[in-house]
């Protein structure tokens, strides 16, 4: 299974205690469903939990009979398709969360968010309709996808407005849908928590904490690397340099000082710059000066 459907079968063991919140999540659950209004309230989903959940809530908040049909695809899997058979349960469905089905723009009745702790269920409900999350190995993605803007907009101010979430989703348009999303892992980590996915909230946050210490160790890896390249590089021109020297004048007309450095750099090509100044008992960048000598010596 995808790590978004492990997370709504996770979401799926919370059992909410309080008709409220019971209400609330049904109303999330059924509100973002792809078809909610007189002429048709259905949904369609590949996760049996989801789909069993749509229909445990309906039946319990609404008093509404859901069909379920499930098609079974080449792999093995099956989709489930829930409907709401009849205008007249349908209309049941819709005034037990206080709507008509005549909306023109069809938005969020706070009526059904009674207290506190129904606006987690509501936004589990919701995100179980309509969520998905990206798994954390790849990306940091979670979004909630829908047809209808002013319902999106909803959703984006009732995210923000959720105290100690500190969330700030983004509202964009694709392919005709429209997609509440965010893209902070912590944010994400946060809302995953606040959702009852604590399970995937620890994955995806041992999944950064793995990433984090990769990059680190690639970046020290990349630095230590370009430092060896430039040293050996730099070596390698002062040995040419000093061998340069050896035929002409030749390194016993040399000063006493670049004499001395250069045999040690001849015996040594390995060694850096401060590893040098300690065996002549210099400075790092007295062994820097009389090298850059010898170079210029050299013509080089």
Known sequence: MSFASDTKKEICHWEPTRD?????????LWLFARGFSLQKCSFV???????RRMAQR?????????????????????????????????????????????ELHLRINRANLENECCLGAFV?????????????????????????????QDLVTLLEEIEGLRIQPSLTRRKGSCVVY?????????????????????????????????????RTTNFETANIDKTASA????????????KNPGLEKLPEDLREVARLRLENPEMSLREMGET?????????HRLKRLLEMAGG
């Open 20 to 28: 409220c919140c019971r209400k609330a999540e049904a109303y999330g």
């Open 45 to 51: 989903t590949e996760n049996g939990p989801v789909a």
């Open 58 to 102: 309906a039946a319990e908040v609404a008093g509404v009979v859901v069909e379920v049909q499930v098609s079974m695809h080449r792999q093995g899997e099956g989709s489930y398709t829930l409907t709401v058979p009849g205008e007249d349960q349908r209309r049941q469905l819709l005034e037990a969360f206080g709507h008509t089905g005549q």
């Open 124 to 152: 589990r409900g919701a995100f179980l309709s309509c969520g998905t999350v990206t798994n954390p190995q790849k990306d940091y993605h979670l979004e909630f996808t829908g047809n209808r803007f002013r319902l999106a």
């Open 182 to 218: 965010c893209k902070d892992s912590e944010q994400i980590a946060d809302l995953l928590t606040y959702m009852g996915a604590q399970n995937a909230a620890m994955e995806l946050m041992q999944a950064k904490m793995v990433k984090e210490v990769r990059n680190y160790v690639n």
């Open 235 to 246: 070596a390698a021109r002062q040995i040419a340099a000093i061998h340069a020297l050896e």
């Open 280 to 288: 002549l008992g210099i400075s790092r960048s007295g062994v820097n």
